[in-house]
Nanobody
Framework: QVQLVESGGGLVQPGGSLKLSCASS????????MGWYRQAPGKQRELVAT???????NYADSVKGRFTIFRDAAENILSLQMNSLKPEDTAVYYC?????????????????WGQGTQVTVSS
């Protein structure tokens, strides 16, 4: 499995910014899709943003225009720049690596997760 370690969470006031980072044990450009998910207390884990190995990005409607996902190949780091943060962005943020392994006719999928980092938006 891919080892993922998140960092960068913390407490920020509404309207502020944070940058999350996810260090990967494997080349992030060779992983089929990487992304950020979040889970607020009492809620299900939800997609925040993903990027494919080919560079196609996808954002949840709730973060479009505020969050940016990007990759640093030199450092094997996946980052999430979060601007104009709102209290409803408060959650534990998880890094994910989605892989498709093996030949097309017998492909096996695998998900790897980091330990999560807490983001709290509050005045």
């Amino acid at each position: 499995q891919v080892q993922l370690v998140e960092s960068g969470g913390g407490l920020v006031q509404p309207g502020g910014s944070l940058k999350l980072s996810c260090a990967s044990s494997r080349s992030i450009f060779r992983i089929n899709r990487m992304g950020w998910y979040r889970q607020a207390p009492g809620k299900q884990r939800e997609l925040v943003a993903t990027v494919t190995s080919g560079g196609i990005v996808n954002y949840a409607d709730s973060v479009k225009g505020r969050f940016t996902i990007f990759r640093d190949a030199a450092e094997n780091i996946l980052s999430l720049q979060m601007n104009s943060l709102k209290p409803e962005d408060t959650a534990v943020y998880y890094c994910n690596a989605y892989e498709e392994i093996g030949p097309v006719e017998r492909v096996v999928t695998r998900n790897s997760w980091g330990q999560g980092t807490q983001v709290t938006v509050s005045s």
